[in-house]
């Protein structure tokens, strides 16, 4: 999804592009051909809205995508964001030093919170893990 904003963050139009050819979107849209059909290429997205100069916008775009340099950018810009979710997404492993520090503020946190609600309330037990 491409955006076309000016400087105050008013859009004017906004853009699909699928780099892929229609074999891989039937798949990804599992047999739905109709829908996966609308896909490649670059088009204006209908799911929203658009201005009266996202034509033009449009035309910008393919022109500039007639530029391998341009094309290949998108894909390789994809790839680098999807491996940094990836990256992000991996647990870390926390060390016996990192562990015994969040036991020791979930104690400061419980504690808090007891004398707040009163010391004849019972909290449930902290959650693991």
């Not at 592009?17 to 109709?34: A, H, I, P, S």
């Amino acid at each position: 999804m491409i955006r076309v904003l000016d400087g105050e963050g008013q859009m004017y139009a906004t853009l699909s592009y699928g780099w892929r050819d229609l074999k891989f979107y039937v798949d990804w849209m599992r047999g739905d051909t109709e829908m996966a059909s609308t896909i490649p290429g670059i088009n204006l997205y209908t799911c929203q809205p658009q201005s009266g100069t996202a034509d033009a916008f449009l035309t910008i775009f393919r022109d500039l995508l007639k530029s391998d340099t341009v094309a290949n950018r998108y894909p390789q810009h994809y790839k680098l964001f999807k491996a940094a979710l990836r990256r992000a997404s991996q647990p870390k492993e926390l060390t016996s030093a990192e562990l015994a520090d969040r036991r020791k503020k979930r104690r400061r946190l419980n504690f808090k919170a007891k004398s707040l609600l009163g010391s004849n309330r019972q909290l449930p037990p902290p959650p693991r893990g």
